[in-house]
């Protein structure tokens, strides 16, 4: 089959020194296959860490984008899903094993095959081979098994949605799993790209809402997302006060933390769970406040094929959209600057239309 030539962007080599324009190949759709033009992509925090080869694992060349909102323009013969014109998404995985207990589970996201899931950019997660590799939704169409592409509410703003696909199923999946509902007492500590998402998905799911930011100037737009109160993080007497007055603490920084100075919000049997940091905290966990109020602290990846379709489904019914910023492709690098300034609110989505009608 003639391969089907695509504008992209991405990193070239382990010198990080900006996303450039290049030309990837895209397979034509086999039997099980979608082939989807992309209209919008989410610009994620980890999106900047694997072009800068942060966590020692990247394949170059690197085109970044897991958070892909398009419209598909073709099928394979066995699909039955999706035809021409649907409007569809594709998250942070492409494939999986689909044989071992969790993808059996509807679990992909934690596949325990030989390489893990396959990532929709940079490969295997688990990379064996490092001439196999993926390349991402900053580019003008993808091709992608049925099973892994996503449905779009016709109740979502398309322009605004992208982030969902990642931002959402990650917050979304751990308060589903600790059974976060009405009578939870909940903190979100981080109000960027993730936490914005799980202020609003813990108040929708009922829970009395807590945002902990280092910033006193999030919080109007922490209330405004639902947050019943804010907490500063740097105001030593107030995290002192909210000792012991937590269920759940869903802690979205994506750097290196200090992790003991939440575990003590933690009530007796409370659970702090944290995503977005792929490594380890700052310091090491003091064992004896775990311990003395039989606490957990837990760790939660994006989510299954069937609950990101759940998560969007939700976000639907409950009016729930990120807060975006619309940028162009040829902007990205500008836009990466200032998601490490900690200048975007909340989520950059970048309009596909500006790569296509690029020359």
């Not at 030539?5 to 990193?11: I, L, Q």
């Not at 729930?320 to 600057?337: F, G």
Request: glycine share 8%; aromatic share 8%.
């Amino acid at each position: 089959m003639q391969a089907l030539p695509t504008k992209a962007y991405g990193a070239t080599g382990s010198i990080f020194n900006g996303l450039k324009p290049m030309e990837i190949e895209r397979t034509p759709p086999q039997a099980d296959e979608v082939h989807i033009d992309i209209l919008y992509c989410g610009v994620c925090h980890s999106d900047l860490h694997q072009v800068k080869n942060d966590w020692h694992n990247t394949i170059y060349p690197c085109v970044p984008g897991h958070e892909i909102i398009g419209r598909v323009i073709g099928v394979g013969s066995a699909v039955t899903k999706f035809k021409a014109g649907d409007v569809v998404g594709v998250g942070c995985m492409i494939d999986s094993c689909g044989a071992c207990s969790a993808c059996q589970e509807g679990e992909e996201n934690y596949c325990e095959g030989p390489v893990s899931w396959t990532a929709t950019y940079n490969g295997y997660m688990k990379p064996q081979n490092k001439d196999f590799n993926t390349f991402g939704g900053y580019s003008t169409n993808i091709v992608v098994k049925e099973s892994f592409v996503l449905r779009i509410p016709e109740a979502l703003d398309i322009k605004a949605a992208a982030p969902i696909l990642c931002a959402g199923i990650t917050t979304y999946s751990p308060l589903k799993y600790w059974q976060v509902g009405p009578g939870s007492s909940v903190a979100v500590v981080g109000i960027g790209g993730l936490g914005h998402m799980a202020v609003q998905l813990a108040r929708a799911l009922g829970a009395t809402v807590t945002a902990i930011t280092r910033d006193a100037d999030k919080q109007p737009d922490a209330e405004k997302l639902g947050a019943h109160q804010v907490l500063v993080s740097t105001d030593k007497k107030a995290m002192e006060a909210y000792e012991l007055q937590f269920d759940f603490i869903l802690i979205t920084i994506p750097d290196a933390f200090e992790v003991n100075d939440y575990v003590k919000l933690a009530k007796r049997n409370g659970v702090i769970t944290t995503v977005g940091l792929i490594g380890p905290y700052k310091a090491p966990l003091d064992n004896q406040e775990i311990a003395m109020h039989r606490r957990s602290v837990a760790g939660s990846v994006i989510g299954g094929i069937a609950e990101t379709q759940e998560v969007l489904e939700f976000c639907a019914k409950h009016q729930i959209l990120p807060e975006v910023e619309m940028i162009r492709m040829q902007d990205i690098n500008d836009a990466y600057d200032k998601m490490l300034d900690k200048e975007v609110r909340f989520r950059y989505v970048i309009d596909m239309q500006s790569l296509k009608d690029a020359e």
